[in-house]
Protein backbone atom coordinates (compact mmCIF):
# COMPACT_ATOMS: atom_id res chain seq x y z
CA UNK A 1 0.00 0.00 0.00
CA UNK A 2 3.03 2.25 -0.36
CA UNK A 3 2.63 3.56 2.95
CA UNK A 4 -0.32 5.76 2.34
CA UNK A 5 -3.19 6.15 5.18
CA UNK A 6 -5.90 8.92 4.50
CA UNK A 7 -8.04 10.64 7.52
CA UNK A 8 -10.79 10.70 8.27
CA UNK A 9 -12.36 7.60 6.30
CA UNK A 10 -15.58 9.15 6.92
CA UNK A 11 -16.87 12.27 7.58
CA UNK A 12 -20.44 13.96 7.09
CA UNK A 13 -20.53 17.72 7.42
CA UNK A 14 -23.09 20.87 6.47
CA UNK A 15 -22.63 22.91 3.92
CA UNK A 16 -20.96 26.01 4.37
CA UNK A 17 -18.77 24.07 7.10
CA UNK A 18 -14.75 24.44 6.52
CA UNK A 19 -13.44 20.84 5.76
CA UNK A 20 -9.65 19.40 6.00
CA UNK A 21 -8.46 15.91 4.93
CA UNK A 22 -5.21 14.66 5.54
CA UNK A 23 -2.92 12.30 3.49
CA UNK A 24 -0.20 11.62 5.69
CA UNK A 25 2.80 9.20 3.96
CA UNK A 26 5.83 7.63 5.14
CA UNK A 27 8.12 6.27 2.52
CA UNK A 28 9.17 10.36 1.57
CA UNK A 29 7.97 10.23 -1.80
CA UNK A 30 8.41 13.47 -3.28
CA UNK A 31 5.21 13.26 -5.73
CA UNK A 32 1.83 13.63 -4.11
CA UNK A 33 -1.69 14.14 -5.44
CA UNK A 34 -5.68 14.22 -4.55
CA UNK A 35 -8.10 12.63 -6.57
CA UNK A 36 -11.82 13.45 -6.15
CA UNK A 37 -13.83 10.08 -7.45
CA UNK A 38 -17.79 9.62 -8.59
CA UNK A 39 -19.76 7.93 -10.59
CA UNK A 40 -19.24 8.02 -13.99
CA UNK A 41 -16.31 10.69 -14.30
CA UNK A 42 -13.33 7.63 -13.13
CA UNK A 43 -10.97 9.77 -10.66
CA UNK A 44 -10.17 13.00 -11.54
CA UNK A 45 -6.85 15.42 -10.33
CA UNK A 46 -8.13 17.87 -7.81
CA UNK A 47 -4.41 19.55 -7.00
CA UNK A 48 -0.85 18.14 -6.79
CA UNK A 49 1.96 18.50 -4.98
CA UNK A 50 5.91 18.32 -6.18
CA UNK A 51 7.49 18.70 -3.13
CA UNK A 52 7.39 21.03 0.53
CA UNK A 53 5.57 24.21 -0.37
CA UNK A 54 5.35 22.86 -4.16
CA UNK A 55 1.72 22.08 -5.35
CA UNK A 56 -0.35 23.41 -8.43
CA UNK A 57 -3.82 22.75 -9.78
CA UNK A 58 -5.74 19.71 -11.34
CA UNK A 59 -8.57 19.58 -13.73
CA UNK A 60 -10.75 19.95 -10.98
CA UNK A 61 -9.09 22.61 -8.28
CA UNK A 62 -11.85 25.09 -7.66
CA UNK A 63 -13.53 25.35 -4.41
CA UNK A 64 -10.11 23.19 -3.18
CA UNK A 65 -6.61 24.33 -1.80
CA UNK A 66 -4.20 22.30 -0.48
CA UNK A 67 -0.76 22.70 1.54
CA UNK A 68 2.37 20.40 2.15
CA UNK A 69 4.26 21.82 4.72
CA UNK A 70 6.48 18.55 4.88
CA UNK A 71 7.23 15.90 3.13
CA UNK A 72 5.01 13.26 4.92
CA UNK A 73 1.37 15.31 4.84
CA UNK A 74 -0.73 16.36 2.04
CA UNK A 75 -3.81 18.48 3.18
CA UNK A 76 -6.20 19.21 0.98
CA UNK A 77 -9.36 21.80 2.20
CA UNK A 78 -12.92 22.61 1.26
CA UNK A 79 -12.88 26.26 2.67
CA UNK A 80 -16.63 26.28 2.53
CA UNK A 81 -17.88 22.78 1.35
CA UNK A 82 -20.96 22.51 -0.97
CA UNK A 83 -23.06 19.73 -1.80
CA UNK A 84 -21.66 19.48 -4.95
CA UNK A 85 -18.31 17.95 -3.05
CA UNK A 86 -19.74 15.13 -1.93
CA UNK A 87 -17.67 12.52 -3.02
CA UNK A 88 -14.58 10.03 -2.28
CA UNK A 89 -11.42 11.51 -2.28
CA UNK A 90 -8.22 9.50 -2.85
CA UNK A 91 -5.01 10.89 -2.44
CA UNK A 92 -1.62 9.09 -3.92
CA UNK A 93 2.06 9.05 -4.08
CA UNK A 94 4.29 8.51 -7.55
CA UNK A 95 7.29 6.41 -7.08
CA UNK A 96 8.95 3.56 -8.91
CA UNK A 97 9.66 2.58 -12.44
CA UNK A 98 8.03 5.72 -14.33
CA UNK A 99 5.01 7.44 -13.07
CA UNK A 100 3.98 4.41 -11.20
CA UNK A 101 1.20 5.76 -8.87
CA UNK A 102 -0.48 3.95 -5.47
CA UNK A 103 -2.90 5.03 -3.86
CA UNK A 104 -4.40 5.76 -0.47
CA UNK A 105 -7.85 3.89 1.19
CA UNK A 106 -9.90 6.70 0.25
CA UNK A 107 -12.40 9.67 2.71
CA UNK A 108 -15.67 9.20 1.89
CA UNK A 109 -17.17 12.97 2.18
CA UNK A 110 -20.63 13.94 2.57
CA UNK A 111 -21.99 17.30 2.76
CA UNK A 112 -25.52 17.71 3.39
CA UNK B 1 -6.63 17.85 -23.37
CA UNK B 2 -6.33 13.91 -23.60
CA UNK B 3 -9.23 12.02 -23.93
CA UNK B 4 -9.00 8.41 -22.49
CA UNK B 5 -12.44 6.17 -23.14
CA UNK B 6 -12.91 2.43 -21.98
CA UNK B 7 -15.41 -0.14 -23.26
CA UNK B 8 -17.14 -1.93 -22.74
CA UNK B 9 -18.88 0.20 -19.94
CA UNK B 10 -20.46 -2.92 -18.09
CA UNK B 11 -19.84 -6.32 -18.04
CA UNK B 12 -20.95 -9.27 -16.85
CA UNK B 13 -19.37 -12.63 -16.81
CA UNK B 14 -19.97 -16.19 -15.58
CA UNK B 15 -17.03 -17.65 -13.43
CA UNK B 16 -14.39 -19.20 -15.47
CA UNK B 17 -15.01 -16.88 -18.44
CA UNK B 18 -12.47 -14.61 -20.12
CA UNK B 19 -13.16 -11.06 -20.90
CA UNK B 20 -10.92 -8.34 -22.76
CA UNK B 21 -11.32 -4.81 -21.74
CA UNK B 22 -9.89 -1.98 -24.08
CA UNK B 23 -8.40 1.54 -23.65
CA UNK B 24 -8.40 4.17 -26.36
CA UNK B 25 -6.60 7.51 -25.42
CA UNK B 26 -6.03 10.39 -28.56
CA UNK B 27 -2.50 11.60 -27.43
CA UNK B 28 0.78 10.03 -27.02
CA UNK B 29 1.83 8.95 -23.53
CA UNK B 30 4.39 8.51 -21.11
CA UNK B 31 2.82 5.77 -19.18
CA UNK B 32 0.10 4.14 -18.87
CA UNK B 33 -1.56 2.11 -15.34
CA UNK B 34 -4.40 -0.34 -15.06
CA UNK B 35 -6.24 -0.49 -11.67
CA UNK B 36 -8.72 -2.79 -10.28
CA UNK B 37 -11.27 -1.20 -7.61
CA UNK B 38 -12.21 -3.81 -5.41
CA UNK B 39 -16.00 -3.56 -4.01
CA UNK B 40 -14.74 -1.92 -0.64
CA UNK B 41 -13.64 0.88 -2.93
CA UNK B 42 -9.58 0.24 -2.68
CA UNK B 43 -7.83 1.05 -5.88
CA UNK B 44 -4.94 -1.98 -6.66
CA UNK B 45 -2.37 -1.31 -9.34
CA UNK B 46 -2.04 -4.33 -12.00
CA UNK B 47 -0.01 -3.05 -14.57
CA UNK B 48 2.15 -0.39 -14.85
CA UNK B 49 2.20 -0.66 -19.35
CA UNK B 50 3.12 2.17 -21.21
CA UNK B 51 3.98 -0.25 -24.39
CA UNK B 52 4.40 -4.06 -24.95
CA UNK B 53 2.98 -6.81 -23.09
CA UNK B 54 3.05 -8.20 -19.21
CA UNK B 55 1.44 -11.10 -17.28
CA UNK B 56 0.48 -11.28 -13.83
CA UNK B 57 -1.35 -14.78 -12.81
CA UNK B 58 -4.44 -15.18 -14.86
CA UNK B 59 -4.56 -11.27 -16.00
CA UNK B 60 -2.67 -10.09 -18.60
CA UNK B 61 -2.20 -6.61 -20.67
CA UNK B 62 -0.97 -5.34 -23.84
CA UNK B 63 0.07 -1.83 -25.14
CA UNK B 64 0.29 -0.83 -28.67
CA UNK B 65 1.71 2.91 -27.77
CA UNK B 66 1.58 3.60 -31.38
CA UNK B 67 -2.02 2.97 -32.45
CA UNK B 68 -3.12 4.45 -28.59
CA UNK B 69 -4.94 1.35 -26.67
CA UNK B 70 -4.45 -0.90 -24.68
CA UNK B 71 -5.91 -3.96 -23.46
CA UNK B 72 -6.44 -5.87 -20.37
CA UNK B 73 -7.18 -9.66 -20.70
CA UNK B 74 -8.82 -11.38 -17.67
CA UNK B 75 -8.82 -15.52 -18.05
CA UNK B 76 -10.89 -18.23 -16.17
CA UNK B 77 -12.32 -14.94 -14.46
CA UNK B 78 -13.04 -15.80 -10.38
CA UNK B 79 -16.09 -13.57 -7.90
CA UNK B 80 -12.92 -11.69 -6.49
CA UNK B 81 -12.33 -10.40 -10.28
CA UNK B 82 -15.62 -7.77 -9.61
CA UNK B 83 -14.82 -4.74 -9.36
CA UNK B 84 -14.21 -1.46 -11.56
CA UNK B 85 -11.45 -1.74 -13.92
CA UNK B 86 -9.47 2.01 -14.45
CA UNK B 87 -7.00 2.80 -17.71
CA UNK B 88 -4.97 5.95 -16.51
CA UNK B 89 -2.56 7.56 -18.56
CA UNK B 90 0.15 10.13 -18.10
CA UNK B 91 0.88 12.41 -20.93
CA UNK B 92 3.96 14.27 -21.63
CA UNK B 93 5.53 17.04 -18.99
CA UNK B 94 2.60 17.07 -17.11
CA UNK B 95 4.21 16.38 -13.58
CA UNK B 96 2.76 12.56 -13.66
CA UNK B 97 -0.94 13.46 -13.56
CA UNK B 98 -2.83 10.88 -14.42
CA UNK B 99 -5.86 11.19 -16.94
CA UNK B 100 -8.51 8.54 -16.06
CA UNK B 101 -10.63 6.52 -17.86
CA UNK B 102 -14.89 5.93 -16.26
CA UNK B 103 -13.97 2.70 -15.80
CA UNK B 104 -15.48 -0.70 -16.97
CA UNK B 105 -17.65 -2.24 -14.14
CA UNK B 106 -17.36 -6.26 -14.51
CA UNK B 107 -19.78 -8.47 -12.61
CA UNK B 108 -18.51 -11.98 -12.21
CA UNK B 109 -21.28 -14.29 -11.06
CA UNK B 110 -20.70 -17.78 -9.40
Known amino acids: DAGITQSPRHKVTETGTPVTLRCHQTENHRYMYWYRQDPGHGLRLIHY???????DKGEVSDGYSVSRSKTEDFLLTLESATSSQTSVYFCAIRQGAGDTQYFGPGTRLTVL | GIQVEQSPPDLILQEGANSTLRCNFSDSVNNLQWFHQNPWGQLINLFYIPSGTKQNGRLSATTVATERYSLLYISSSQTTDSGVYFC????????????FGAGTQVVVTP
Open chain 1, 49 to 55: SYGVKDT
Open chain 2, 88 to 99: AVVISDSWGKFQ
